[in-house]
C-alpha cells in the first residue's frame, strides 16, 4: 500500500498545502484564503475540511495518509500547545489534538520559520548540510536552526528567532516585539525601505532613489547594483546587522551554513556577499569559514517541512 501526507503551512492571508510521498515528492499542492472570522478558529477547520475533501477527490483512505504537518506563525512547544498566535486572533489551544480531532489524522506542528528551514535542509539550498540555520528577509525577519538534521525548538517553541536579536542599543523606536533596536528593524523589507527614508532626509546624494514616490527594498537592491551610492550604503548597513548578528548566533549554534530565504533573498549575491562582509570581521576565527546560500523552495520550503515532520515522525523519511 502506498503512502503519503500532507504539509499544511498556515500564513495570515493564506494556507499552503502539499500532498507528498513518502520520498519527499510533492504530487500536488494548494493555496487556500485564511479565513480570521469566529476568532480564528476557522483557520484550524477550513484547513481540516480541505484535507478531507481532497484525500476523498484523490480516493485516499484513512490508512494510507501517515499524517499532516501543520506550520503556524508563532511558538509550538513539543506537545502542540500554542500559546497564542496573534496574527490569527487564537489563544491558547492544542493544534495537534484539535487538527486530529477533526480530521482523524495524526498531527505534528511547529513554528513556520522552523518547518521551512527543515525544508529547505531537505530539499532546498540546505540539503548536505545537517547544521545550518535559515534566515527569512521577508515583511519581518524569521528563523530557523536545525541541529543534526532536526529543529531547535528550544523549551517554549520560540527558538530560532533571529529577527529579534538586538543589534543597535542607540535605537530609539521600537520593535513591534516592544523592544528597540531588533534585527527585523534594519534587515527586513519594511527595515530596509525605513533606512532608505531615514538615508534620504539626511542626504540624497543624488541618488536615484531621490525620484522614485514609492521606495521598496528591490527598487534599493536594484540600485545598489547599478552602482548608486546612497543604495549601496543602504544595503551595506542592513547587512552589517546582519553580519553582526548571524555572528551571535554562529557562536551559539555553530553551523556549516547560513540559507537566506523570503522575498528580499531575490538580491541574490550583492546580499550575500555584504552579508559575509560583515560576518567575517564580528566572529570568532574558527568559524569564519561558513557557506552563505540563497534558499531555492521559495514559497514551498513550509509546507516541505511540515511534510518531513511527519515523514521523520513515522520513521519513513527518504534523504534523497
Known sequence: MKRYCYGVDIGGTGIKVGLFDVEGNMLDKWVIATRKTDNGKDVLKDAADFLLEKSKEKGLTKEEILGVGVGIPGPVKDNGDVLELANLGLGYFNLEEEMSAMTGYKVKAANDANVA?????????????ENMVLVTLGTGVGGGVIHNGKIVAGSGGAGGE????PVNFNEEESCGCGKRGCLEQYASATGIVRLAKQALKRDSKGSLLSQE?????????????????LALEIVDEACRYLGIALAGVAQVVDPEAFVIGGGVSKA?????????????????????DREFLIASLGN????YGCARLILTSNHQISES
Request: proline share 2%; aromatic share 10%; charged share 30%.
Open 268 to 288: 541574490g549575491d550583492i546580499l550575500t556577499s555584504h552579508i559575509s562582509k560583515h560576518y567575517k570581521p564580528n566572529v570568532m576565527k574558527a568559524l569564519r
Open 213 to 229: 514616490e514609492d521606495i521598496t527594498s528591490k527598487l534599493v537592491f536594484d540600485y545598489a547594483k547599478k552602482g548608486d551610492e
Open 162 to 165: 533571529i529577527g529579534h536579536f
Open 300 to 303: 514551498d520550503a513550509g509546507i
Open 117 to 129: 528551514a527543515l525544508g529547505e535542509q531537505w530539499k532546498g539550498k540546505g540539503k548536505g548540510y
